[in-house]
């Protein structure tokens, strides 16, 4: 799927582009971009920055042996040494011509074949100073990150859970509740476990960095952290709902008003709720960049060469296993920005909704050659959304012209002759249904849409998509009515079941008494 385009992605994404820099001072290192395709938004929000030995020359420069320092110094001793051999009449070397002496003044060490660098120290300290580069970041990265943690904690979550507790017991509800204990949990899932884990990991990274060397090892701190990353599963598990739970909760008007004063803390220095809610979808990625750069920087003669190979190992596959729920998260988002980007749309956005592909279609009228205009659709997971991209304030907003329902749909690819002489058509029809106040499905006219792409290719994943949406509503649908006709039929036998095991028992119990009498007069008459 193709990513959002940038005029849609830019007024409207919720994130902010925020930097745990930018909500800490302990931040080391500047953020880069990552080049993810969209997928993987989330681990922008803590970045790696460039990694880089510091400024080195001192290492390079050049170490006279002792009494030569320059070319005058040793010029002068010859030329005094000379002159006293010749004044005591001692015989003395014959000199053609006098001694040429060249203007660089590193020709006399390379005459005398010195080796002035210590090549091996200098690699040494070079990727001692990149290891400690790396490590310096992460630690850095990591109190930014428990910092922001302990805000959210203290801005939104506790009170929030503070009002939502003494709101319950307020007499006939004479106070209106920002929001239940219920929404808090679906709106937070389990942060408080996910701040728990994370002040262990800092505190065991405070603590290793205490005694910090050149040959210090780290691999035994990171391994520590694995059984503890495992709360980040819960977490991504429940993001859709977290999402959904906020965007819902904004239209309510005490929630509202209380997000809007939170919000001008200057703790936060711009960040939103819904942007803090984001950062920890990326913490296991961030986990393994740092991990994966730290062992690719360690020599084979470093003790903690095997060591940072085995975290590498084991945080990148803890990562692959967390990816699928890392992309669906990304798309949760996008859906969210999308959503946000509606002007006049009749729906909200779903926790079960997903974005499945998105292009520009053009409508054909069957019967004429003339086409309507050129429209933006999204193919959700549950719906097809027709819109018009416009500009309002210098940003893109989507004008809603219309919606189809997919469930029970029909798409087939069309012949030119059959649209109008049309290429690269293909027709959906879509059947109208909804619930009347008796609770009873009821199927209404179907619409016929005959859309045209631009290209065969487009025409072709257009109808791939949208079968295979089709199909998986269809497949649901199906699976619903049978568990609603199970349900039906086992509320049906409930009731005779009942009485049979009732009387039943009443049958029993009469036996019983009944054969014990029996046995009572049998033996008193024996």
């Known amino acids: ?19 745990l820099s930018s909500l800490s001072t302990h931040s080391t290192g500047q953020p880069s971009k990552s080049n993810d395709g969209g997928h993987l938004s989330h681990k922008r929000m803590v970045s790696l920055g460039s990694v880089s030995s510091t400024n080195s020359s001192n290492l390079f420069q050049s170490r006279y042996p002792s009494g030569v320092t320059s070319r005058s110094s040793f010029t002068l001793e010859n030329a005094s040494c000379t002159s006293s051999m010749h004044a005591s009449g001692a015989a003395g070397p014959k000199y053609d011509r006098a001694v040429p002496f060249s203007d660089d003044p590193y020709d006399i060490m390379n005459s005398l074949d010195y080796d002035d660098v210590d090549d091996g120290m200098i690699d040494s300290e070079i990727v001692h100073r990149n290891r400690d580069d790396i490590v310096q970041q992460l630690y850095g990265s990591e109190r930014a990150y428990l910092e922001t943690l302990e805000l959210t904690m203290n801005v939104f979550f506790k009170p929030l859970r503070k009002d939502a507790k003494q709101s319950s017991f307020n007499f006939l509800g004479m106070k209106k509740m920002v929001c239940t204990e219920r929404e808090l949990r679906w709106l937070f899932g389990n942060f408080e476990d996910i701040v728990r884990s994370q002040r262990t990991i800092a505190d065991s990274f405070e603590k290793r960095m205490r005694i910090w060397g050149p040959t210090q090892i780290i691999s035994d701190v990171f391994s520590s952290w694995y059984q503890l990353l495992d709360v980040y599963h819960a977490y991504l598990d429940n993001y859709d709902v977290a999402v959904t739970t906020y965007e819902r909760l904004t239209r309510y008007q005490p929630f509202k008003k209380f997000i809007d004063a939170a919000h001008k803390n200057p703790s936060l220095k711009g960040a939103t709720l819904l942007s803090l809610l984001q950062i920890p979808v990326g913490t296991i990625t961030r986990y393994a960049q740092f991990i994966t750069k730290l062992a690719d920087s360690t020599t084979p003669m470093h003790p903690d060469y095997a060591g940072l190979l085995s975290c590498k190992q084991r945080i990148l596959s803890i990562a692959d296993g967390i990816m699928t729920k890392l992309q669906d998260a990304n798309n949760v988002d996008e859906v969210l920005t999308i959503h946000q980007a509606f002007v006049g749309a009749p729906f909200s956005v ?6 499945i592909f998105y292009g520009q279609l053009t409508r054909i009228v069957v019967g004429t050659r003339s086409t309507s205009e050129e429209r933006t659709y999204f193919l959700f997971s549950d719906q097809l959304v027709i819109v018009r991209p416009r500009q309002v304030d210098q940003r893109t907003v989507l004008q809603y012209k219309g919606h189809l329902v997919l469930e029970r749909a029909r798409v087939r690819a069309l012949a030119p002759e059959d649209a109008s002489g049309q290429e690269h058509c293909f027709e959906l029809v879509s059947s109208f249904h909804g619930v009347d106040t008796l609770n009873t499905t009821y199927m209404g006219s179907s619409t016929v849409h005959i859309l045209k792409a631009k290209s065969q290719q487009d025409k072709e994943e257009w109808i791939q998509k949208l079968q295979q949406v089709i199909d998986t509503l269809d497949a649901a649908a199906a699976k619903a009515r049978q568990l609603a006709a199970a349900r039906r039929i086992a509320h049906h036998r409930q009731i005779p079941a009942n ?3 009732i009387d039943g028992i009443r049958s029993s119990n009469t036996s019983t008494s009944s054969s014990a009498s029996t046995q009572s007069s049998g033996r008193r008459t024996t």
């Open 1 to 19: 799927m193709n990513p959002l385009p940038p005029e849609i992605r830019s007024g409207y994404s919720p994130r902010h582009q925020l930097s």
């Open 350 to 355: 779903k926790a079960q909704r997903r974005l």
């Open 499 to 501: 009485s049979l095991n």
